[in-house]
């Protein structure tokens, strides 16, 4: 495996942003308690990273990197500095419009996700993205992938942990562990499990 | 010492530390706080970037929460932690360059830190600017005792040193210690953050248990 296939695999699993860098923790534990509810919230997060990501990265490459703004004759200019604002901006701005979407053409998906939604714009698994794709170099093509390949792998991690969760109501629980002890227990479990795929893709 | 106690602000700088500590009570800045801990000195270094963070963004917060319009007071807000985030990196990037590298995203991830955000809404929109820094150092230090304690048991047990300096000699230097490898490992984390909860939740009820005066919780 090699090139787009790769990187889409890597993001999905040996890197995924919930189980190896723990990123996203707050919405993965709050909205994690129905499938239903963390597939839509897995499809909002695909949609709204596979978007951020790629647009980042044309902004990060002909707006902000040393020497971007060569076309507008101030080649000396280094705005890297300025690339957590820009990005936070352009999030808050896709969320929006996404939001407006749904609020138009699924109604129902967008009541469910309520309050989750907005919220996507201080998830740090987005902003994460962005930062891993200027880290790593990515070019576009490479971006889209990664974009695509880290929600995916978001997403997955997330409806895996919403199914356990519903699974474990049943469960008799020591009670100090109850609740968050066992989420994060949990979540553990399922971090080992992933980092098993190390390696996979290369 | 006795105006210490007395003073007004001792609740906001002492509740966030055990009582209502931000992450394992009110479950906020989780996102980029365990990733930093599988060494004790990174964890050190992101305690302290966010704390001075947190402080900037409750005081600066406060002293504008009466001029800003509803509306867009959280564009406000999220400028004024990314231009504080920004210091921050900039500072590290320039003074301690090895650290700034093993923290790579996450000193940028601050920005999106539901600590400092839940902060600055919860408690610097409606408090004034003294009581507002001392909840922001409250909670950034109970927010470090967490990243501290986490980041030392995973190097001890991790690498066999604290700081970098050898506390338990491995088997590859001659010694007797076989480095557990999982506490190096992302899944490390959460086991030890799940740990912790569960240690405070039993330590609150042997309290609430002993103080006759507080009713008893009903188990879930």
Same mark, same amino acid.
């Given at each position: 495996m090699d090139g787009w296939l790769a990187i889409v695999v890597r993001a999905m699993f040996a890197e995924n942003l919930a189980l190896a860098y723990?990123?996203?923790?707050?919405?993965?534990?709050?909205?994690?308690?129905?499938?239903?509810?963390?597939?839509?919230?897995?499809?909002?997060?695909?949609?709204?990273?596979?978007?951020?990501?790629?647009?980042?990265?044309?902004?990060?490459?002909?707006?902000l990197e040393a020497g971007a703004l060569d076309w507008a004759g101030a080649a000396e200019l280094d705005l890297t500095f300025l690339?957590?604002?820009?990005?936070?901006?352009?999030?808050? =701005? /896709?969320?929006? @419009? $996404?939001?407006?979407? !749904?609020?138009?053409? +699924?109604?129902?998906?967008?009541?469910?996700?309520?309050i989750y939604l907005p919220l996507l714009t201080v998830n740090c698994a987005i902003l994460g993205g962005s930062l891993f794709m200027v880290q790593r170099d990515y070019d576009l093509g490479e971006s889209v992938a990664y974009g695509f390949g880290s929600a995916a792998g978001? =997403? /997955?991690?997330? @409806? $895996?942990?919403?199914? !356990?969760?519903?699974? +474990?109501?049943?469960?008799d629980i020591p009670e100090g562990l109850r609740g968050l002890g066992l989420a994060f227990t949990v979540t553990g479990f399922l971090a080992l499990g992933f980092a098993g795929l190390r390696g996979l893709g290369g | 010492m006795v105006e210490w106690i007395m003073s007004p602000y001792r609740k906001q700088l002492l509740d966030p530390l055990l009582v209502n500590n931000p992450i394992t009570v009110q479950i906020l800045g989780l996102c980029s706080a365990l990733a930093v801990t599988?060494?004790?000195?990174?964890?050190?270094?992101?305690?302290?970037?966010?704390?001075?963070?947190?402080?900037?963004?409750?005081?600066?917060?406060?002293?504008?929460?009466?001029?800003?319009?509803?509306?867009?007071?959280?564009?406000?807000?999220?400028?004024?932690?990314?231009?504080?985030?920004?210091?921050?990196?900039?500072?590290?990037?320039?003074?301690?360059?090895?650290?700034?590298?093993?923290?790579?995203?996450?000193?940028?991830?601050?920005?999106?830190?539901?600590?400092?955000?839940?902060?600055?809404?919860?408690?610097?929109?409606?408090?004034?600017?003294?009581?507002?820094?001392?909840?922001?150092?409250?909670?950034?230090?109970?927010?470090?005792?967490?990243?501290?304690?986490?980041?030392?048991?995973?190097?001890?047990?991790?690498?066999?040193?604290?700081?970098?300096r050898q506390i338990l000699r491995t088997q590859a230097e001659g010694g007797w210690y076989t480095p557990n490898e999982l506490m190096l490992l992302a899944p490390s984390a959460f086991f030890i953050i799940a740990l912790l909860i569960w240690a405070m939740h039993a330590f609150g009820q042997v309290r609430r248990r002993d103080s006759a005066a507080a009713p008893v919780r009903e188990s879930r």
């Open positions: 723990l990123l996203g923790m707050c919405t993965f534990l709050a909205v994690s308690n129905r499938v239903a509810t963390a597939l839509g919230l897995g499809i909002a997060v695909i949609g709204v990273q596979s978007l951020t990501v790629p647009v980042n990265h044309l902004i990060y490459r002909y707006l690339r957590f604002i820009i990005f936070v901006g352009v999030i808050a =701005a /896709l969320v929006q @419009i $996404l939001e407006m979407f !749904l609020e138009r053409f +699924l109604p129902n998906l967008h009541h469910a996700l309520g978001w =997403a /997955l991690a997330i @409806i $895996l942990f919403a199914a !356990l969760r519903e699974r +474990l109501r049943y469960s | 599988s060494a004790l000195l990174p964890a050190v270094v992101m305690s302290i970037a966010v704390t001075c963070v947190l402080m900037f963004a409750n005081v600066t917060v406060s002293l504008l929460r009466r001029a800003m319009p509803k509306s867009i007071r959280l564009i406000i807000e999220m400028t004024l932690i990314a231009s504080a985030v920004i210091v921050v990196d900039q500072v590290l990037q320039a003074f301690v360059p090895d650290i700034a590298e093993i923290l790579s995203v996450f000193v940028g991830l601050i920005v999106t830190n539901c600590l400092v955000l839940g902060r600055t809404e919860a408690y610097a929109m409606h408090n004034g600017v003294w009581a507002s820094l001392a909840d922001g150092l409250g909670n950034g230090l109970g927010y470090s005792v967490i990243l501290i304690v986490v980041g030392s048991i995973r190097e001890l047990f991790g690498s066999g040193s604290l700081l970098g």
